[in-house]
């Protein structure tokens, strides 16, 4: 059975950096699955943020987060992470990881002056 666990989040100002893990259970990373982050802000559809091939480490960002969110994977630990940095008002949202039809809990992000 896949599980994803998260942790990560909090309150950050504008400009600030959080870093999100997503552990992963029930699969390996070498078996090169695709992973991803989305993210739901209050009354707003849940989106697309990033993807990364477990194996290969192949990458995809949404517009929105190019070039200020990386997201990353390690082999060895089985955990997937998404480095956050120059946030925006609007990038608040619960985040989420997701990967062979299982989704973890959930992250909450705030950024607020």
């Known amino acids: 059975q896949v599980q994803l666990v998260q942790s990560g989040g909090g309150l950050v100002q504008p400009g600030g950096s959080l870093r999100l893990s997503c552990a992963a259970s029930?699969?390996?990373?070498?078996?090169?699955?695709?992973l991803h982050w989305h993210r739901q802000a209050p009354g707003k559809e849940r989106e697309f943020v990033a993807t990364?091939?477990?194996?290969?480490?192949?990458?995809r960002y949404a517009d929105s987060v190019k070039g200020r969110f990386t997201i990353s994977r390690d082999i060895a630990k089985n955990t997937m992470y998404l480095q956050m940095n120059r946030l925006k008002l609007e990038d608040t949202a619960v985040y989420y990881c997701?990967?062979?039809?299982?989704w973890g809990q959930g992250a909450q992000v705030t950024v607020n002056s």
């Open positions: 997701n990967g062979l039809g299982s």
């Open positions: 029930g699969f390996t990373f070498r078996s090169d699955t695709a």
């Open positions: 990364i091939t477990s194996a290969g480490g192949i990458t």
